[in-house]
T-cell receptor, first 113, second 113 residues
């Protein structure tokens, strides 16, 4: 199994600012992902964080808005840029090996005012 | 249309009682189906994973069933406890694996004393 930690756990930010969320895994993993979870909705995949190369973004998400880094096999960051109230959500980091188990971090609850 | 539909959306049950949550999916071809438990303010935690050839799997008081022919799954909670109050999320993986998971919106369960 893998234990995932995220920082910060929550934040309240002003419109127009940016927030960087950190994700740390306690073991080397092949895949890392970033999700958004809005109230009452399914988890939505933002992007796959690729080690040493640009992230792979899902439809509706762009690098300028959600830049992602993954400098090694255990760490990734997601930045939410130029925030608006519509970005208020829970952001989840996850890590997986193979096609089965996937582990999730505790999430970062973001509120944009 | 969401590829994973869960019902009921929410339910309230008395402590000690049983309940069954339903998940219908349209993902095809199918690789595996997972049930996650998400406590408020926490990330999802895996309860069970079932592949095509498995039709039941248990994890303590949680028992999941899978009918790959009808594309239906259920999660049965036996002798519910207050700590079972959470959202239960059905997640279906196609052949693309962790890169392309389909998430349900979750069944919100509240256990009352």
């Amino acid at each position: 199994s893998a234990v995932i930690s995220q920082k910060p756990s929550r934040d309240i930010c002003q419109r127009g600012t940016s927030l960087t969320i950190q994700c740390q895994v306690d073991s080397q993993v092949t895949m890392m992902f970033w999700y958004r979870q809005q109230p009452g909705q399914s988890l939505t995949l933002i992007a796959t964080a690729n080690q040493g190369s640009e992230a792979t973004y899902e439809s509706g998400f762009v690098i300028d808005k959600f830049p992602i880094s993954r400098p090694n096999l255990t760490f990734s960051t997601l930045t939410v840029s130029n925030m608006s109230p519509e970005d208020s959500s829970i952001y989840l980091c996850s890590a997986g090996q193979g096609n089965y188990e996937q582990y999730f971090g505790p999430g970062t609850r973001l509120t944009v005012t | 249309k969401n590829q994973v539909e869960q019902s009921p959306q929410s339910l309230i049950i008395l402590e000690g009682k049983n309940c069954t949550l339903q998940c219908n999916y349209t993902v095809s071809p199918f690789s595996n189906l997972r049930w996650y438990k998400q406590d408020t303010g926490r990330g999802p935690v895996s309860l069970t994973i079932m592949t095509f050839s498995e039709n039941t799997k248990s994890n303590g008081r949680y028992t999941a069933t899978l009918d790959a022919d009808t594309k239906q799954s259920s999660l049965h909670i036996t002798a519910s406890q207050l700590s079972d109050s959470a959202s239960y999320i059905c997640v279906v993986s196609g052949i693309e694996g962790n890169n392309r998971l389909a998430f349900g919106k979750g069944n919100q369960v509240v256990v009352i004393p």
